[in-house]
């Protein structure tokens, strides 16, 4: 079974790889993942208020102003950080050294703004292609759906104009329409969409009175989900899409293949289990595909998306309806 398939252009052996996450934070990991069969390394994001908070400081610097400023006491300590621009190139281009397969870094951001410059010194760093981590929480109430998708298009386009890299957009799960969205980002320059980004949940400390964010690994529960917007959206746009969160088995890769994905990113399951699982998933993949009588990736991908299964009603409301109606209470119900 030839497992290879083309990603955002990119040849991959197969469709899996480690998404971004601190695995890729040292090189003894990268190495580890790279011999545990990694399709691809995704370096974790480099965010916007990082290249913020740098450029603050360096305008303090010029200016003479030693004492911090009221903007930046709105940006997260610098400690909470895993390494500032600057680190984040240098490692970049160690990495890029240090392994065979594509290198992918990541930018995290939702503003138009100077720090698309970053994009260009990943893509001279030697960044294969670039992920754009588009997660935010819309908190003002006189700006619509429609205000936040046309400023996060905008920072699509202004990324597309500062590089000539591939480029996927990691999509949150709050979009109202996601597949007219993922049409929308084809036309201002993407090359690919990855669903979607698992945003830390706040929880609320009854006793100290705090909101606290507690890290939460991805389950298989989480699939489904991705799995109805693969299946929907893979038909109807050109762009590679990729599968991130839920996957922990070869047999769930095997669905975010057959929902549409050319990629399958894996975190949580890798951070629980090690690199070498990495390798089991590749080996199971062959196994289960094989087993089903597939001969290549081209035959997998999309063959159950929503234009090719028996029954697209499964994707839609009929079968939400379906569900409901055949739902019924138990005898011992309350017992």
């Not at 597949?179 to 830390?200: D, S, W």
Request: proline share 6%; glycine share 6%.
């Amino acid at each position: 079974m030839d497992l290879s398939l083309n990603y955002l252009g990119l040849r991959l052996a197969h469709p899996l790889m480690p998404g971004a996450s601190p695995m890729a934070d040292d090189l003894d990991s990268v190495r580890r993942l790279e011999d545990a069969g990694a399709a691809a390394i995704v370096l974790r994001s480099l965010f916007e208020e990082q290249i913020v908070r740098d450029q603050l400081g360096a305008a303090r610097h010029a200016w003479g102003q030693g004492e911090q400023s009221e903007a930046t006491s709105f940006l997260p300590d610098s400690d909470v950080f895993a390494r500032g621009p600057d680190e984040y190139l240098e490692h970049l281009q160690r990495v890029r050294a240090a392994v065979a397969v594509p290198v992918i870094a990541s930018l995290n951001g939702s503003t138009r703004g100077g720090w698309t410059r970053h994009a260009r010194l990943m893509q001279q760093a030697g960044a294969a292609a670039l992920e754009l981590n588009l997660f935010e929480v819309p908190t003002d109430p006189d700006e619509d759906a429609a205000a936040v998708e046309r400023r996060l298009l905008d920072v699509v386009r202004e990324v597309r104009a500062a590089v000539d890299l591939p480029l996927a957009v990691k999509l949150a799960r709050g979009f109202t329409a996601p597949a007219n969205f993922v049409r929308q980002l084809e036309g201002a320059g993407a090359n690919g969409a990855i669903l979607f980004n698992r945003g830390y949940e706040p929880d609320l400390d009854l006793e100290s009175l705090e909101v606290r964010r507690q890290p939460r690994p991805s389950t298989p529960a989480d699939l489904p989900q991705r799995l109805r917007w693969l299946a929907i959206i893979s038909p109807v746009t050109r762009l590679s899409l990729a599968c991130s969160g839920g996957v922990h088995e070869a047999r769930d890769a095997v669905k975010a293949l057959m929902a549409g994905a050319r990629a399958v990113q894996v975190v949580s399951v890798l951070l629980q289990r090690g690199p070498r699982h990495l390798t089991r998933l590749r080996e199971e993949l062959e196994i289960c595909l094989d087993t089903l009588g597939y001969e290549s990736m081209e035959q997998v991908v999309g063959c159950l998306n929503l234009l090719r299964c028996p029954d697209p009603r499964n994707y839609e409301r009929a079968n939400y309806v379906a569900q409901l109606h055949a739902w019924h209470v138990t005898e011992d119900w309350g017992k």
